[in-house]
């Protein structure tokens, strides 16, 4: 693989870039945060002075940016005015399907190839190298995107042309969030019946409750070790996350005419926590909102 120019080295592509660097291809990295940078450059990368400096050296562009408005003006105002011809770029953030859509028409109109590539897994898997890539390109460019990716993946998967990758994120998150409510209010309704929630998993996980919320993120501490129910809710998926995740799927089905009910309760629910408090909280912590026990995670006192 040649160079790689690895714009936006936060908490998901600072894990990211060090493992392309580890894999022994060259990275060019830039962020607009200087202990950011500092992290690559230890990592193994080279840090660039600004995006057209890493992007006028490199043949792979990778940008793991917050949101819509982020990778709209990068795009614009930084890569595409100094990019090499035969340039692919690969878009990672999490960002609305109508963004990622105009943002491919741009890069194809400039000339260049786009791919945009969503993560699911967390922090950790973007250290571990094991995050799973949902894609939105043309499908002959699939194989090249695939070989760019493939350092920091356990799994990569075409979702379709530009922006499908953008949806098929949005709708396995919207799963996600509603699924965890679920599960957190099957908890604490076991638990005013009087039926041990530890009791209840072993039930559950063996019968048609169980799911992915339930199994692998249980939000009552005990029955899954790794659970971030059992460190305070602290790591794992951030409320605040989720409810951007949801935020784009409810905005997404306005404008496709979509019928999402739940994702709306879920946004709405995910919504009311995060202004509690609990935007850094795993979003399985939810469990202590319905269980009226805010206060078990510091927030307030009994609710
Ligand atoms: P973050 O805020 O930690 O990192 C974003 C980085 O982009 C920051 O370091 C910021 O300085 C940099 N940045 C912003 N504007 C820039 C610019 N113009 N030029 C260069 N750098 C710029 O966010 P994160 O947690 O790394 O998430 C990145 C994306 O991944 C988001 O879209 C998020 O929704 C998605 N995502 C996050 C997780 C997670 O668990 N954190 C999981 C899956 C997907």
Request: proline letters at 4%; aromatic letters at 6%.
């Amino acid at each position: 693989m040649s160079r790689i120019a690895f714009v936006g080295l936060g908490n998901m592509g600072g894990g990211m870039a060090a493992n392309q660097a580890r894999a022994g291809r060259q990275v060019l990295a830039f962020d607009l945060s200087d202990a950011a940078l500092a992290r690559a450059a230890d990592a193994g990368c080279t840090a660039a002075g600004s995006v057209a400096e890493a992007v006028s050296q490199a043949d792979v562009v990778i940008t793991m940016l917050p949101a819509g408005p982020h990778v709209r003006k990068v795009y614009e105002e930084q890569v595409l005015p100094n990019a090499k011809a035969g340039t692919i770029m690969v878009d990672c953030s999490t960002i609305d399907v109508e963004t990622a859509r105009a943002v491919a028409v741009q890069v194809k109109a400039a000339g260049y190839r786009f791919a945009d590539a969503p993560v699911s897994g967390g922090t950790a898997a973007a250290e571990a190298g094991t995050l799973a890539f949902m894609v939105g390109c043309e499908e002959a460019d699939f194989p090249i995107v695939e070989a760019i990716l493939e350092p920091m993946s356990r799994a990569t998967l075409r979702a379709g042309d530009h922006g499908a990758g953008q949806a098929a994120k949005i709708c396995n998150n919207m799963v996600l969030g509603i699924s965890m409510l679920a599960v957190c209010e099957a908890v604490a309704l076991a638990e005013k019946l009087g039926l041990d929630p530890e009791r209840f998993f072993e039930i559950a996980s063996k019968s048609s409750g169980q799911c992915w919320s339930l199994t692998s993120y249980y939000p009552w501490p005990g029955p899954v070790p790794a659970a971030p129910s059992n460190r305070g809710y602290e790591g794992g998926f951030a409320t605040a996350m989720m409810l951007k995740d949801l935020k784009l799927a409810q905005d997404a089905a306005a404008k496709a005419g979509a019928a999402t009910p739940m994702g709306a309760q879920a946004e709405g629910l995910y919504a009311l926590f995060d202004r509690l408090g609990a935007g850094g909280k795993d979003f399985s912590a939810i469990l202590q909102l319905l269980r009226g026990r805010l206060d078990e995670i510091g927030l307030a006192g009994k609710a």
